[in-house]
Nanobody
Framework: QVHLVESGGGLVQAGDSLRLSCAAS????????LAWFRQAPGKEREFVAG????????YSSDSVLRRFNISRDNAKNTVDLQMNSLKSEDTAVYYC?????????????????WGQGTQVTVSS
């Protein structure tokens, strides 16, 4: 069992930056690939970025790649998402998730554990 708790969401202006953090507890942190997903009102949950144990990263799009950075601290059992140049379309609830797959999946169904989510609102 892995327990995930997100923090760092809030209301910001377009162009601002925000850093989300996810603290994990429970099972061995290194056994899991970690990812951030987001869900906007009326839309499906979508993959944003993921990271493996040794730091391999995957992003959902070039736009996210240019503006966001995912990182993990294996000593502290945390995974962060630094978001820069935020846009109104980034508004969503952001979720931290953990997968025991051997690769960084973009499919939410392949993530076993989820945090409760943190709201990010970007006003234009």
């Amino acid at each position: 069992q892995v327990h995930l708790v997100e923090s760092g969401g809030g209301l910001v202006q377009a162009g601002d930056s925000l850093r989300l953090s996810c603290a994990a507890s429970g099972h061995t942190f290194s056994d899991y690939r970690l990812a951030w997903f987001r869900q906007a009102p009326g839309k499906e949950r979508e993959f944003v970025a993921g990271i493996g144990w040794i730091g391999t990263k995957r992003y959902s799009s070039d736009s996210v790649l240019r503006r966001f950075n995912i990182s993990r601290d294996n000593a502290k059992n945390t995974v962060d998402l630094q978001m820069n140049s935020l846009k109104s379309e980034d508004t969503a609830v952001y979720y931290c998730a953990a997968s025991d797959r051997a690769y960084i999946s973009t499919r939410s169904a392949e993530y076993k554990y989820w945090g409760q989510g943190t709201q990010v609102t970007v006003s234009s």
